[in-house]
């Protein structure tokens, strides 16, 4: 597609539910990172795609939280008995290729979600 | 409208001299600032902030950057370089109600043994 995409853009869920957040990063985009960023805060690390392999999950903050990709194409983020500090937004990045850092960011408009 | 420059793409230090980064932003309302290091194969690392508290702001790895509103800047500091700081280094701007980041072009730090 023209950009990232990412569903739901908002998402209200009852705390100790699981919720799925998806991304479609750009075509042909090799690289795919998953941020959280909760209020007032900077971007939060949570995970690194290359094509389908993550050579780094370092940013996970609990095993609640696992990831997936297809291929190169879409990633699905999932928090598992979600809590009330894992409201944030949920921002995807992709890039063609990893070397280009930032830079070569494109960033999806993001999923906020709040765990009430 | 919201923007960043970072003045040089590459920058090179001896181990153990100061190391300097700049960055100028352009923003038409009280920005929120960051920097970010990113090495190789890794996502972004977030290495401190400035969000209209403290203008001179203490991070992770012994970095420092000092808000200049008079002069737009938000350069990145650190007093003495280790092999460890080399990476490519982001500066970032965003408003303080939405979570669009606009970044710098980034500079890449390179440590000299």
């Known amino acids: 597609g023209a950009g990232v995409s990412q569903s739901p853009s908002n998402k209200v869920t009852e705390k100790g539910k699981d919720v799925e957040l998806r991304c479609d990063p750009i075509?042909?985009?090799?690289?795919l990172y998953w941020y959280r960023q909760r209020l007032g805060q900077g971007l939060e690390f949570l995970i690194y795609f290359q094509g389908n392999s993550a050579p780094d999950k370092s940013g996970l903050p609990s095993d609640r939280f696992s990831a997936e990709r297809t291929g190169e194409s879409v990633s699905t983020l999932t928090i598992q008995r979600t809590q009330q500090e894992d409201s944030a937004v949920y921002l995807c990045a992709s890039s063609p290729t990893p070397g280009q850092g930032a830079r070569g960011y494109t960033f999806g408009s993001g999923t906020r979600l709040t765990v009430v | 409208a919201q923007s960043v420059t970072q003045l040089g793409s590459h920058v090179s230090v001896s181990e153990g001299a100061l190391v300097l980064l700049r960055c100028n932003y352009s923003?038409?309302?009280?920005?929120?600032l960051f920097w970010y290091v990113q090495y190789p194969n890794q996502g972004l690392q977030l290495l401190l902030k400035y969000t209209s508290a403290a203008t001179l702001v203490k991070g992770i790895n012994g970095f420092e950057a000092e808000f200049k509103k008079s002069e737009t800047s938000f350069h990145l500091t650190k007093p003495s370089a280790h092999m460890r700081d080399a990476a490519e280094y982001f500066c970032a701007v965003s408003s303080n109600t939405g979570n669009q980041f606009y970044f710098g072009t980034g500079t890449s730090l390179t440590v000299i043994p």
């Open positions: 923003s038409s309302v009280p920005p929120y």
């Open positions: 075509s042909g985009h090799t690289a």
